[in-house]
């Protein structure tokens, strides 16, 4: 069906103008429909009424150039003229997200025979990891929307980033995760003190509830269902700062992790708008996505050339990628295709390796998500489907201190000694 | 002892200019004893041949101004005029600390009935504790001295710190830390790759094993021991940061967790210098010092009027603050009682409520240092020791996901419920 209605998106008018009266969300116009291209105004809408495609903010962009965004604060907010945001976010109390680091990583370069390698690294987001983005933009517009609640299902990552942002924000936050969930991942979201309910079942059960919820309750914001549309436009400040970071130009390959397919798919995104609107120059790149094995159904569509992606029940250790059912997965393969990249999937013991070169050579503590990028990056450097001459953007998404029980196993002490210099001579060579 | 020393310092001159040739340490000049001011080339001395005092670093600043500053990077070498690094430190691969947010923190000014209050959110850094900058400064100095590998006893951040700059520099590091330390915290030093090593006994034997070592292998830099007077200058970029962040002025008072109290007093010194420098006007401020109840031999001292420090044995959660016997305790007292600040302890239940208090009203999830702080901040208010209407910086030096335990046993979900729209309804009020 997708590929069908995909057809139908090209013989309509892209750009809907219907925006309803009092709302400010900057540039954004309205929303459309990725599949049949039918135009809805801005509003709690996610899902098209003519044929249930997803829907996309559409915008009409004025006045943004480079000194512009280069004059704003230094976090997402620098690129509101380019997201679904009131013109005065941010003069409303917030995390102020993002503008994280862009490293240079000539020890993991040299150590996989690379050129040029930097790693996005979004662990330095206030809650550690990029959903602090995503929720910040879904906040802005669900307050400008009229909603009173911000809420999700979760089971780790989007928790902590709701919790927090409601929580500074000022506004109630009901955050729902599986009730088997370990204590710590309870902690570092019940800590902020907004409600948060333990429901007995799967994540798939957590979230079936809160789309009933969704339905029900008409002033709470679910951020990653009824404000979705506005919610996943933020991972495109990830592609806005690697360019810009880069000097104002895009970088020549990117590796970036999949679990909904969203970020990788509004990177590009963000690539292409800047590009549109002649803020880089137009360059081709080549994306590359990132898979656990364990969860792998985009990575497996794309090796066997299919365009739909068969739902897995997943099992890794790379949890916050851990989705079996990709609402995003065909666009990635889109992407990919695209460009000219790959999807490739690595084993979680390839994982925790990803984890320990990272730290090793470059000091940086990932999460899972993070280490099945390198990991991945390392495999396709091996198979010869990504260059080592060309300039690569790999992307952490996540936090190692909040998935110490992946590497727990596999590292330690170098050695045991009793307190005296001369059995730390003998267990240690100076 | 130290009391009377402090007056020979007033009739010796305080510049020393002996450098050792071909060590480019920036501004630095020398060290000098902070006790009998006798002064000494730039090296790895950290003890005052004459007194055995503590030493300090002495500089000779020349052209740092606002513009100068502002026109560097934005991490700790923005003030590198103002370091006893080399010149060329931005040179060399770094982890890049410092330049953390101040926070403005309005809702719990709210809480707590005050004007206006800023929180200085350290767990932004690298490793997200404060300890980045500390041993940043260490790393760059200690390079330039000669030294082939970093090293440090610690029980926690330190440790986390020190692995990942030495992997990010491509140098090798050793760790030592006691062998009961629980795992999780191990692991977040060991991944980084370096040489972890543990030892059987209390964290004291630990540290006078690492001071033995230090002893024997010249080309070792033990960042909190051999090389401490560099170390320790990395605080005053706190200071720094704060009055550049408020638009280059003090605020009038200050609450600053105290373990050696070495950070509060650099803190202090900081700001000295840059009224010194002409960077912002002369105001006074108040600085306050804050402990847990379980090792606060620096209040008991200041609340007894007593110029000397009694050593304690730890017994508090806040483990990154259990220091029973703080080196720079009798120079805490003496800036609270110059600046008219005082020193204020509280009990754990207080560091936990402080810890939730924070990430309740501004998203901020804290380490017990950070409880602590925010808990001695209201305590003080309650006593009326802090003016509620005074513009106040409070430090949250480290990241509650390095603290769990801390706040495990009370926090937790609102509700377990079945997964049904109306268990949910029941548990939880729309």
Partial sequence: MRREASYVTATTTPLPTAVEPDVDLGPATGLTCRECGASFPLGARYACEECFGPLEVAYDYRGVTR????????????????????????????????????????NLAAALGMR???????????????????????????????????????????????????????????????SDLEQQKIVTSAVYGGTLVAVEGTYDDVNRLASEIAGEEEDWAFVNVNVRPYYAEGSKTLGYEVAEQLGWRLPEQLVVPIASGSQLTKIDKGFRELVHLGLVDDAPYKVFGAQATGCSPVAQA????????????????????????PADGPYVLDVCRRTGGAVEDVTDAEVVEGIRLLARTEGIFAETAGGVTVATLRKLLASGQLDPAAETVVFNTGDGLKTLDAVSPVVGPTATIPASLEAFRKAVSA
């Avoid at 945001?85 to 109390?93: I, Y």
């Avoid at 400008?144 to 936050?173: D, K, M, W, Y």
């Avoid at 897995?312 to 059912?325: H, Y």
């Fill in 67 to 106: 000194a512009s965004i280069e004059a704003g604060p230094r976090n997402i907010w620098r690129y509101r003229g380019l997201l679904p945001v009131p013109s005065t976010v941010t003069e409303v109390p917030n995390l102020e997200p993002g503008f994280t680091k862009l490293v240079r990583a000539d």
């Fill in 302 to 325: 794309w090796k066997a050339g299919h365009d739909v992606v068969r739902p897995v029940k997943p099992d890794t250790i790379a949890k916050s990628l851990a989705i079996g059912n």
């Fill in 116 to 178: 040029r390698l930097w790693v996005k690294d979004d662990s330095g987001n206030p809650t550690h990891s990029f959903k602090d983005r995503v929720v910040g933009v879904a906040l802005a517009a669900a307050r400008e929307l009229g909603f009173q609640v911000l809420a999700c299902p979760s089971t780790g990552n989007l928790a902590n980033a709701v919790a927090a942002a409601a929580a500074r924000a000022g506004i109630r936050s009901v955050v729902m995760v599986p």
